[in-house]
């Protein structure tokens, strides 16, 4: 499991204090980019990172559904984890399993499918066998 801290700004909240739920989206983008930085390998000499995904490999990752259950608010100040896993991943996609917390609060669970895309066809294309083992190795994927 791969965790990322987030704190609550102004501008993620309405004028009562209460984050936006699209806020809630936007701070599991973020961890699941940096759980990608996070692997901590190298790939055709760079960070893996979805900058070095898109320019030297052509590979994107796109939602392609997205599920939320929003349990509580988070509220303006909090300092909030999100708590990333990947429950499967398949010849094409990759399914993320992510939790904002607050301490031991649940406030969103949130199942997010991701699409790899070959950008030059934009056409799926397979998930690279070095991210899989990667992700393998440093524990992501959930049992």
């Known amino acids: 499991m791969f965790c990322f801290p987030v704190r609550v700004y102004y501008s993620d909240t309405d004028a009562e204090g209460i984050v936006y739920h699209t806020h809630y ?10 759980m990608f930085r996070s692997l901590s390998i190298k790939t055709q000499g760079g960070e ?13 990752f796109v939602i392609s559904s997205v599920s939320a259950d929003f349990k509580k ?29 607050r301490g031991d609060e649940l406030l969103v669970e949130l199942k997010v499918k991701v699409a790899a895309i070959d950008l030059s066809v934009r056409r799926p294309t397979p998930v690279p066998q070095w991210l899989v083992d990667a992700i393998l190795s440093e524990g992501h994927l959930s049992s």
């Open 25 to 34: 989206l936007d701070f599991a983008e973020h961890a699941r980019t940096e």
């Open 48 to 60: 893996v990172s979805q900058r070095t995904l898109l320019e030297k490999s052509g590979l994107a």
């Open 73 to 101: 608010p988070g509220l303006l100040d909090d300092l909030l984890e999100v708590r990333t896993s990947i429950s499967s991943i398949k010849r094409f996609s990759m399914v993320f399993d992510q939790k904002v917390m």
